[in-house]
């Protein structure tokens, strides 16, 4: 992109600005993808950590990824547009608008989508045979999480039963995502928990099989399961998403991935017992707790809520009007709250992506 910035200091950037040490991203990049190099389960990361087609296609070239996941119809079209032609919607779609739109990505790309009851896939199974156009359905097992799926095991099997035949669609294979896992911090408690929850996955895979039915897929993983339900035997595919930017909360569970996104913010004031950032709510998401600063681990954030204010006890040495790098607890909602990333090499801007796919 054309961008004034591109060249400048990121400390001259106009703050709060979403920043991406680009170094840092692509060696968490190059290290997923280097880790299923030679493994059965391939990669398929998870767009809507950052929403940025920029990055989703630095994913794609490093290798080991057979396409992309994502949320929902405003990523995948992004997604389309980049020109990735293998992308799975690793969730729910329903709606006469959004299956219209699901069906027009579904006549110049490979897509699928998740289910997990016939109303969803019939509707459309309808919309996708009247346009000539076949959509990819993966029946989507609750593996634990209590979010959607059907349960493991026979209530898979018949649901993928009833599915098969649909016209304008092609039944490939079954979605379970151990999402009550992925924060257990305790490495042991969260490799054995991970692996007895998506261990139904597999089975539900044997199961289906045994009754004759192909099953091509069974996609799932985080970025902190990746390595342990990724091996097992029987998954195919791997929907990581946040090892690409990071977040703290994601860099306590896989300390090997570093963190590339930070929020660039002002001091702008500085009272005897506190510092205030220009970085409220609005610029930084943190649903799994306030963030912390760059380089002041002694920095206190108790409280986290204010529109455009972070107050910040136990403040370094700081001058008002200097910027400070500040970590969100999570990568995928602070993207969301930004229409660019500037992306920078040692602190110097050169790049600035779109995240094409926030909304
Ligand atoms: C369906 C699904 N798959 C995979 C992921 C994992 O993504 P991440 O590695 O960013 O946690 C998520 C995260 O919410 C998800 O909802």
């Given at each position: 992109?054309n961008?004034?910035?591109?060249?400048?200091?990121?400390?001259?950037?106009?703050?709060?600005?979403?920043?991406?040490?680009?170094?840092?991203?692509?060696?968490?990049?190059?290290?997923?993808?280097?880790?299923?190099?030679?493994?059965?389960?391939?990669?398929?990361?998870?767009?809507?950590?950052?929403?940025?087609?920029?990055?989703?296609?630095?994913?794609?070239?490093?290798?080991?990824?057979?396409?992309?996941?994502?949320?929902?119809?405003?990523?995948?079209?992004?997604?389309?547009r980049?020109?990735?032609?293998?992308?799975?919607?690793?969730?729910?779609?329903?709606?006469?608008?959004?299956?219209?739109?699901?069906?027009?990505?579904?006549?110049?790309?490979?897509?699928?989508?998740?289910?997990?009851?016939?109303?969803?896939?019939?509707?459309?199974?309808?919309?996708?045979?009247?346009?000539?156009?076949?959509?990819?359905?993966?029946?989507?097992?609750?593996?634990?999480?209590?979010?959607?799926?059907?349960?493991?095991?026979?209530?898979?099997?018949?649901?993928?039963?009833?599915?098969?035949?649909?016209?304008?669609?092609?039944?490939?294979?079954?979605?379970?995502?151990?999402?009550?896992?992925?924060?257990?911090?305790?490495?042991?408690?969260?490799?054995?928990?991970?692996?007895?929850?998506?261990?139904?996955?597999?089975?539900?895979?044997?199961?289906?099989?045994?009754?004759?039915?192909?099953?091509?897929?069974?996609?799932?993983?985080?970025?902190?399961?990746?390595?342990?339900?990724?091996?097992?035997?029987?998954?195919?595919?791997?929907?990581?998403?946040?090892?690409?930017?990071?977040?703290?909360?994601?860099?306590?569970?896989?300390?090997?991935?570093?963190?590339?996104?930070a929020?660039?913010?002002?001091?702008?004031?500085?009272?005897?017992?506190?510092?205030?950032?220009?970085?409220?709510?609005?610029?930084?998401?943190?649903?799994?707790?306030?963030?912390k600063?760059?380089?002041?681990p002694?920095?206190?954030?108790?409280?986290?809520?204010?529109?455009?204010?972070?107050?910040?006890?136990?403040?370094?040495?700081?001058?008002?009007?200097?910027?400070v790098?500040?970590?969100?607890?999570?990568?995928?909602?602070?993207?969301?709250?930004?229409?660019?990333?500037?992306?920078?090499?040692?602190?110097?801007?050169?790049?600035?992506?779109?995240?094409d796919?926030?909304?």
């Amino acid at each position: 992109m054309n961008h004034p910035a591109i060249g400048q200091s990121i400390h001259d950037l106009d703050t709060p600005a979403l920043i991406l040490d680009l170094d840092v991203s692509d060696r968490n990049i190059q290290q997923m993808a280097q880790f299923f190099r030679d493994r059965p389960a391939q990669l398929r990361p998870h767009f809507k950590n950052h929403k940025c087609s920029e990055l989703a296609i630095r994913q794609m070239k490093a290798g080991s990824a057979v396409g992309m996941t994502c949320a929902n119809m405003v990523e995948a079209e992004a997604l389309g547009r980049a020109g990735i032609d293998d992308i799975l919607i690793a969730n729910q779609i329903l709606g006469r608008e959004k299956i219209r739109r699901l069906v027009d990505l579904a006549c110049k790309l490979k897509i699928s989508v998740a289910i997990d009851e016939l109303s969803q896939a019939e509707l459309i199974s309808e919309a996708a045979s009247a346009a000539g156009a076949t959509v990819g359905l993966l029946v989507e097992v609750d593996a634990g999480m209590g979010r959607c799926g059907v349960s493991p095991g026979e209530p898979a099997l018949a649901l993928a039963k009833q599915i098969i035949d649909l016209p304008g669609t092609e039944f490939r294979g079954l979605q379970a995502y151990e999402g009550h896992c992925v924060f257990i911090d305790d490495l042991a408690e969260r490799t054995e928990k991970t692996r007895r929850s998506m261990m139904q996955a597999v089975e539900t895979r044997h199961l289906l099989e045994e009754n004759g039915l192909s099953v091509a897929c069974l996609s799932g993983c985080s970025s902190s399961t990746a390595k342990i339900s990724g091996t097992m035997e029987g998954m195919t595919e791997v929907q990581a998403g946040t090892y690409a930017t990071m977040d703290w909360r994601y860099h306590q569970l896989i300390p090997e991935f570093d963190i590339a996104l930070a929020l660039l913010a002002t001091v702008i004031s500085h009272q005897s017992d506190r510092a205030v950032l220009d970085a409220g709510v609005k610029a930084l998401g943190a649903e799994f707790g306030p963030p912390k600063i760059n380089g002041a681990p002694e920095a206190d954030i108790p409280f986290f809520g204010a529109e455009e204010h972070c107050i910040v006890k136990q403040a370094p040495d700081w001058k008002v009007g200097q910027t400070v790098q500040v970590y969100s607890s999570h990568a995928c909602t602070t993207c969301n709250l930004h229409p660019q990333i500037f992306v920078h090499q040692n602190e110097r801007v050169v790049d600035v992506w779109k995240t094409d796919g926030r909304g």
